[in-house]
Structure formats: C-alpha cells, structure tokens
C-alpha cells in the first residue's frame, strides 16, 4: 500500500515537473503588428540582449491578407535563423473602409488572438489615408499600403473602442490591465482608432516651411525626420533625426520618474505626421520641447495602452557598433549619443518597465 502511495506521488511530481517545466518554456505571448525582417530582428535581438527580459517569451508577428507588403522575406528569415520562439501569421479576411470601426471578417480572430496573448505591439510605417478620420488627403500624405491601415486601425478600435462608433464594447473591457504599445505610426493609428485626427505634414501646418532646406534650418528639436536626406539621395543618409521631448505633469512618464521635469531624453524620429485632434479617453503624457507635436498618449481608462511618436524599438541604437551617418561625410554613433546624454538610460527603462508588467500579467494557459 505504501509503495503503490510512493508511486502516484512520484508520479504527480513528474506531472508537475512537466508542466512547469512547460510553461517556463512559454509563459508570455506577445503579438507583433507589421512583422517586417527589420522589426523581427530588432525585436530578437533585443530578448536575446535582455533589452526586453522577459523569460521564455513567445513572440507573435500577425499582418493581413490584404497588404501589399510582401512577407516572405520574414518567413524566410525566422526558418534560415531556426527563430523557434517567433512565428508568423497571415490574417484572412477583407476589412471595407466603413468596417474599420464596427464588427467585420477579422472579429473574431481579432478577439482570439488578443485572448490568447499578454501584449500587442503597433509598429511604424506609411502614412494613414486621411478618409479613415474623416478628412480630405493632403497632396504631401503618400499612402502606400491602404489595406494595411484598415487592418490595424480596426484592430486597435476593436481593443480600445473610440467616438466613431461609442456603443461597440472594447475588448480591454474585459481585460483593463491587458498591455499595448505603439510607435511612430502605432501612436498615430491609436488616436485616429480612438476617434482622433492628425495633422498631415508637421513642416508646412506646424511651422510654415514649404521646403527641405527651410526645415533643416529649425532648431534640432523642432525636426522630426531628416531635411538631408532626401536632399543627397546618393549618400546614403539615414531619414531619422534625434531630438529632445518632454513630459506632462502626469501619466506614464511622469510616474516612471522620480524627477520628471528635470527629464528632456532624446528620441528617434522618422515621421513628417502627428497627431491633431486627440482622440477619445487618450491623455498627452509628452510633447515637443516647443509643446506642438503630442510625444505620447496614455488611455484614459486603460492605463497599460501606451504609445509614443518616436522609436525605442529599433536594436540599431542598442549597439555600440552601429554608425549612422545624417550628414553628408560624417558618420555618429546613436548609442554613445544616447548614453553621453543620460537618454540611453530613459530607453532601457521604458522596456525594463514594459518587462515586468508582462511578467506580473497573467500567464498563458
């Protein structure tokens, strides 16, 4: 009789064993929009650095049918560098313009993977077609990939909800503490997800610049993409510009620091669009050092859904290694830029944070 009581015991430790040693191997699901082979290599290179630490992560990459981007390279990419912990998936269905902000084809996969996942992250890209929000299109908007647009815009409505359509039950009802970041165009699709609009070329509407070399002579801060490039195609210049934002008196940024306003970091910017008109239940928690372009955008209800207008995910400025050169013959390094200005630590810490709220979020079943 003891002997039998010895062996199921042993058994149910072996069980045990297996199942935590299971779910150790996979506890958190993070879902990645716009799984491009540059996204997919910041995002690993970043977990194998511990830059994002968190254990045993299963990352998600999930783009549309529809898009015009083509992701085989991505597919290509994860099976020659054996990325067992990234997989990939192509979303059917067709989403219509008037669908974006109401039940359509994708609902209920939409719902599936935001039930079966501890994160969503919102990538930067192309600019957004103006009708989604209402306006006429700006000659400067160039709209490159429209089915993308309505894809992630109605996914992010379908997790947050918004003013276009206020009687539709945001997912994150059910779920307030779920965890969502967006960049650069991430931020962008929240607001117009929310209900918002943007404003469509920040030179021209914000400072009355109609030319790249009247731009390049704004003070740094005042530049959210680079003047320069464009203007020597041949060098080979990199299309983004740092410069320093500040925080609002209360939010996010503000509760991550012990002295906020003593905090001015510098950040990547690539984007020539911001936000206009916010949208509902969103709080600006940073802004441009001269307070015209909305940095960051916290929502209201769901304090965990964050997005901010610059890039803190690229590994490039993780990398002493890596040079980038804005202007013509001269090349930097964005790590040892970050690092002599105290912004390197600002960056790590953003991830750092964003760790351990997906360690203390619940674990996939």
């Not at 297996?18 to 150790?24: D, R």
């Not at 783009?63 to 990234?86: C, L, Q, T, V």
């Not at 801060?221 to 008196?249: C, K, M, V, W």
Request: with cysteine; aromatic share 12%.
């Amino acid at each position: 009789m003891k002997k039998s009581r010895l062996k199921i015991k042993e058994l149910l430790l072996i069980i045990l064993g297996v199942f935590i040693s299971l779910n150790g191997e996979s506890q958190h699901r993070l879902v990645l929009l716009h799984p491009t082979v540059s996204n997919i290599e910041s995002i690993l290179w970043m977990v194998e650095n511990k830059i994002i630490d968190i254990p045993g992560v299963e990352l998600l990459g999930v783009y549309s049918a529809r898009e015009e981007y083509d992701y085989s390279a991505s597919e290509n990419y994860i099976k020659g560098h054996h990325s067992g912990n990234y997989q990939l998936q192509k979303m059917e269905g067709a989403i219509k313009p008037d669908e974006i902000f109401r039940e359509n084809s994708c609902t209920a996969a939409f719902r599936k993977l935001f039930e079966e996942s501890d994160a969503i992250l919102f990538f930067g890209g192309p600019d957004i077609p103006a009708a989604i929000y209402g306006e006429k299109q700006n000659l400067l908007t160039v709209v490159t990939d429209p089915n993308r647009h309505y894809f992630e815009t109605s996914f992010f409505f379908h997790l947050i909800g918004g003013s276009r359509n206020p009687m539709f039950k945001p997912f994150l009802s059910d779920r307030p503490d779920f965890i969502i970041r967006g960049f650069c165009l991430g931020m962008q699709t929240m607001n117009v997800a929310a209900g918002g609009t943007l404003l469509q070329d920040i030179p021209t509407e914000c400072y009355h610049k109609n030319t790249l070399e009247g731009t390049a002579e704004l003070p740094v801060n005042n530049q959210h993409r680079s003047s320069l490039a464009p203007q020597y195609p041949l060098e080979d210049l990199f299309g983004g510009i740092f410069h320093q934002i500040r925080f609002t008196r209360r939010g996010y940024f503000h509760e991550l620091f012990t002295n906020p306003e003593a905090v001015f970091p510098l950040v990547l910017s690539a984007h020539h669009q911001a936000v206009g008109r916010k949208g509902a239940a969103l709080d600006v928690i940073a802004i441009s050092m001269d307070g015209k372009i909305v940095e960051g955008l916290q929502h209201a209800i769901y304090r965990n859904v964050v997005a901010v207008q610059f890039h803190p995910e690229p590994a490039s400025i993780y990398q002493p290694q890596t040079q980038f050169a804005t202007v013509p013959g001269k090349s930097f390094s964005p790590y040892e830029l970050l690092n002599q200005s105290n912004s390197l630590a600002f960056h790590k810490l953003f991830w750092s944070d964003f760790s351990a709220k997906i360690e203390k979020s619940r674990r996939l079943p």
